[in-house]
Nanobody, 122 residues
Framework: QVQLVESGGGLVQPGGSLRLSCTAS????????MGWFRQVPGKEREGVSS????????YYADSVKGRFTISRDKAKNTVYLQMDSLKPEDTATYYC???????????????WGQGTQVTVSS
């Protein structure tokens, strides 16, 4: 059973930074892809960033390129999302997800975390 736990969300002023963490447990594979998604109430969930399980290829949504950085610590089964130059439109619930066979960009993603709230406001 794979479980994902996110942390690091909070309230930050525009232009500030946050670092989200997602730790996976129950993994039984050597290679897997993980991604970050976000959702605002009433809107569809959107992909933010992801990293492949093989060569650590990365993907970023156009809206976050140059501001967000995804990385992973393989020994800790943890993926991070460093969020800099935050904007009010980044406000959302952020979810991490895991896939062992899906494409790292399009999925399908098999397991999801509970979400962590990010609020960017003055």
């Amino acid at each position: 059973q794979v479980q994902l736990v996110e942390s690091g969300g909070g309230l930050v002023q525009p232009g500030g930074s946050l670092r989200l963490s997602c730790t996976a447990s129950g993994l039984s594979v050597d290679y897997y892809s993980m991604g970050w998604f976000r959702q605002v109430p009433g809107k569809e969930r959107e992909g933010v960033s992801s990293i492949s399980g093989d060569m650590d290829r990365t993907y970023y949504a156009d809206s976050v390129k140059g501001r967000f950085t995804i990385s992973r610590d393989k020994a800790k089964n943890t993926v991070y999302l460093q969020m800099d130059s935050l904007k009010p439109e980044d406000t959302a619930t952020y979810y991490c997800a895991f896939t062992y066979y899906g494409d790292y960009v399009v999925g399908p993603y098999d397991y999801w975390g509970q979400g962590t709230q990010v609020t960017v406001s003055s």
